[in-house]
């Protein structure tokens, strides 16, 4: 149990401490007194009735000073934590019309849908991710500030999901994950309440295989480092299969969806793939994705109990004193 101002504890206790010595002090000298006149004293059940009722009081002041001492239990409290990283890839294939009114806009639509749906209690930040990645809002429970980062979001540039991955994970760690130059991935410690969202098309220009059906390696790194730190990452495949063509720096680009990219990253790091082809799916994605539940020790305010308890005390006090002795003190 803690206390918010244990000075006022040491001030009750002392007040109830001098009403203790007083009453002990007072039966003594009643004691004497009554001795030395040669009168009886009274019957053992009014004595100790009267005694009774001023320990009780005193009793009752003493809870009451803990009362106003501000005490407080900790006790564990489960609920939705963590931090959510929403990596949306703004490069030039997201402009695609493929899902009204574009990738991009149907993307941004979800990620502010699924802002919505999670609780204070949630920290979000938001990567916007073309080549190299760019973090643009860092974790907060300020949400209406990250909504406003994911609406600022255009398309352009070039997508490296690796580098999308690991500007996340510096994100969350709030230090910069890198590769090192012979592959070996860094050890970022474990964020197991921590989750990913990634939204792309699947296009990888830092170097998918031929017929865009695989990670590069750079991903596959990236997504070694965020599974050992128990990182999950969903990803979101916007556009569709068929695909369609997309104006960028003037050429006339096909771009298809490329699950098979999407869901080797989800996979790798025991998160799922989501599947939306169209708006009316992304819709849903904020109810599809599962936090982790944490527990977390939150202080329990402890004085209405103590308080009642010293109400009973006093109560009981002066009924004890009434009865015994028909007065009130």
Not at 243 to 260: I, K, M, P
Not at 264 to 293: C, F, K, V, W
């Amino acid at each position: 149990m803690s206390l918010a101002d244990p000075a006022l504890l040491a001030v009750g206790l002392l007040v109830a401490a001098g009403l203790a010595w007083a009453a002990v002090a007072a039966a003594r000298r009643r004691a004497a007194a009554l001795a030395s006149a040669g009168v009886v004293a009274d019957g053992p059940g009014r004595g100790r009735g009267r005694i009774g009722g001023v320990w009780f009081t005193i009793a009752g002041v003493a809870v009451l000073a803990i009362a106003v001492a501000g005490p407080a239990a900790s006790v564990p409290v489960s609920h939705a934590s963590g931090t959510v990283i929403l990596a949306l890839d703004v490069s030039g294939s997201m402009a695609a019309t493929d899902v009204a009114p574009s990738r991009l806009d149907a993307a941004k639509q979800a990620a502010l849908s699924f802002i919505n749906a999670q609780p204070d209690s949630v920290d979000i930040g938001v990567v916007a991710f073309q080549q190299g990645g760019l973090e643009a809002a860092l974790p907060t429970a300020d949400h209406a500030t990250v909504s406003a980062a994911v609406r600022r979001l255009a398309a352009g540039g070039g997508t490296s999901l690796g580098d999308a991955v690991l500007a996340s994970l510096s994100a969350i760690t709030r230090k910069t994950v890198t590769i090192g130059r012979d592959g070996s991935a860094p050890n970022i410690g474990y964020w197991p309440s921590a989750t990913i969202v990634l939204f792309s098309d699947g296009q990888d220009e830092a170097g998918a295989t031929s017929g865009g059906t695989a990670t590069d390696s750079g991903t596959d790194a990236a997504a070694s480092v965020a599974e050992k730190a128990g990182v999950h990452i969903d990803t979101v495949g916007v556009g569709t299969t068929t695909g369609t063509t997309v104006d960028v720096d003037g050429y006339h680009l096909f771009t298809a969806l490329d699950e098979a990219t999407l869901k080797s990253i989800s996979q790798a790091t025991g998160g799922t793939y989501h599947p939306a082809s169209d708006a009316s799916e992304l819709d849903g994605i904020a109810s599809s994705i599962n936090l982790r539940l944490t527990v977390t020790n939150e202080p329990l305010p402890l004085a209405g109990a103590f308080i009642a308890l010293a109400l009973a005390l006093l109560a009981a006090g002066a009924v004890l004193t009434v009865t015994r002795t028909g007065r009130v003190v």
